[in-house]
């Protein structure tokens, strides 16, 4: 069965940090691979997504994610963060006949002022 | 466009009862995936629903039953409650494509508490 890691649970960073927040995952097929973040009080909502070409993508409020196929890897990366990026962000993989998403634990990102 | 709607939001139940978790997909979207994210963990796949029938399923027993109904909503059944079903109860929508790439889009959830 497929797996994610994402071995930071909980990371703290100042404005104006860059973020780098790993995210790997176990299954040999194709995949198409997701972050999602849970900022304080609201839902799940999608940041960026890769199916197929660019391994490089490029998300909502200038985040990033690079596919690397060799090392089963899409972290997720921001060259500055804000405040405002408070939230949980969960890497998922998508696979199988129902195009199920297979979560990560989660990533709690806290930006201080 | 509307988003993913879930009735109720908060419910608590005491075990051995049954509850019923509504979700109301977005507009143009044909499949609902249930998932249940229990407190500090990510969200686990329970099942999902394309043209009324279930389409796959997670490592969860069959008291967690569900149905789709002809307009897309779906709902999502689970009998003989247990403590450990307190959870979050994320219902997701998506637009099925033929070259099988979904993107689903989550309801804010239900909070289910079993006492």
């Known amino acids: 069965a497929q797996s994610v890691s994402q071995h930071n649970h909980h990371v703290i960073l100042s404005e104006a940090a860059s973020l780098e927040l790993g995210c790997n995952y176990s299954?040999?097929?194709?995949?198409?691979l997701f972050w999602y973040v849970q900022y304080p009080g609201q839902h799940l909502q999608l940041l960026l997504k890769?199916?197929?070409?660019?391994?490089l993508v490029k998300g909502i409020k200038g985040f990033e994610a690079e596919f690397i196929k060799s090392k089963f890897s899409f972290n997720l990366r921001k060259p500055s963060v804000q405040w405002s990026d408070t939230a949980e962000y969960f890497c998922?993989?998508?696979?199988?006949?129902?195009?199920?998403?297979?979560f990560g634990s989660g990533t709690q990102l806290t930006v201080l002022p | 466009e509307t988003g993913v709607t879930q009735s109720p939001t908060h419910l608590i139940k005491t075990r051995g009862q049954q509850v019923t978790l509504r979700c109301s997909s977005q507009?143009?979207?044909?499949?609902v995936s249930w998932y249940q994210q229990a407190l500090g963990q990510g969200p686990q796949f329970i099942f999902q629903?394309?043209?009324?029938?279930?389409?796959g399923r997670g490592n969860f027993p069959p008291r967690f039953s569900g149905l789709q109904f002809p307009n897309y909503s779906s709902e999502l059944n689970v009998n003989a409650l247990e403590l450990d079903d307190s959870a979050l109860y994320l219902c997701?929508?998506?637009?099925?494509?033929?070259?099988?790439?979904?993107?689903?889009?989550f309801g804010p959830g239900t909070r289910l508490t079993v006492l």
């Open positions: 629903y394309y043209r009324e029938e279930e389409n």
């Open positions: 507009s143009g979207h044909n499949t």
């Open positions: 890769y199916f197929s070409g660019d391994p």
């Open positions: 998922a993989v998508g696979s199988g006949s129902a195009r199920q998403l297979t």
């Open positions: 299954y040999g097929g194709t995949v198409n």
């Open positions: 997701a929508s998506s637009l099925r494509a033929s070259g099988g790439v979904d993107t689903q889009y």
